[in-house]
T-cell receptor, first 109, second 116 residues
């Protein structure tokens, strides 16, 4: 079983819609959770970090964490074409950071 | 503020040569991580270093790969006797804090290694 699993997509949403990205992780002792955005050929860019159960909002982005279900999600409101990228979920367990393989998002104008 | 810097951005080596990749963390960050990313695959953890110490190298291949983060200067990932399977993007990330709360990682632009 992979440490972090994401639906690889591709996920397509129309401009202005809400994009919902999901991630599950296997290790219950994981402490910190992150969402990164990666454009093709570029490096990952940190979007959100979340450490406790519940929601965390930052602009158009909302991260949700449910440790009991070992589930992390990212909502992108009012999606823009510039949001089209691969979104990586990352989980910190001990000294290591485990990344999912990413969900490809396309926002259609 | 300068972010994480990596050089070279692109590196071409022939089989059997050595590849040396450099990473300068964000100023003030003393925690450095190296990752490898193959096309269409996720980031794979390789090694976690603090100044002058290797903390966790469990993701590093046992042979040909080594990493260091000296007291002065950049962190270096060294690959000896490269093979075609080493062709990948290698990313360095730095963090200001120990693993745990508040330990966001910030990535450099990566070094794309091509082995001919």
């Amino acid at each position: 079983q992979k440490e972090v699993e994401q639906n690889s997509g591709p996920l397509s949403v129309p401009e202005g819609a809400i994009a919902s990205l999901n991630c599950t992780y296997s290790d219950r002792v994981s402490q910190s959770f992150f969402w990164y955005r990666q454009y093709s050929g570029k490096s990952p860019e940190l979007i959100m970090s979340i450490y406790s159960n519940g929601d965390k909002e930052d602009g158009r982005f909302t991260a949700q964490l449910n440790k009991a279900s070992q589930y992390v999600s990212l909502l992108i409101r009012d999606s823009q074409p510039s949001d089209s990228a691969t979104y990586l979920c990352a989980v910190n367990t001990g000294n290591q950071f485990y990344f999912g393989t990413g969900t490809s998002l396309t926002v259609i104008p | 503020n300068a972010g994480v810097m990596q050089n070279p951005r692109h590196l071409v080596r022939r089989r059997g040569q050595e590849a040396r990749l450099r990473c300068s963390p964000v100023k003030g960050h003393s925690h450095v991580y190296w990752y490898r990313q193959l096309p269409e695959e996720g980031l794979k953890f390789m090694v976690y270093l603090q100044k002058e110490n290797i903390i966790d190298e469990s993701g590093m291949p046992k042979e040909r790969f080594s990493a260091e983060f000296p007291k002065e200067g950049p962190s270096i990932l060294r690959i000896q006797q490269v093979v075609r399977g080493d062709s990948a993007a290698y990313f360095c990330a730095s963090s200001p804090n120990l693993p745990g709360l508040g330990n966001e990682q910030f990535f450099g632009p990566g070094t794309r290694l091509t082995v001919l």
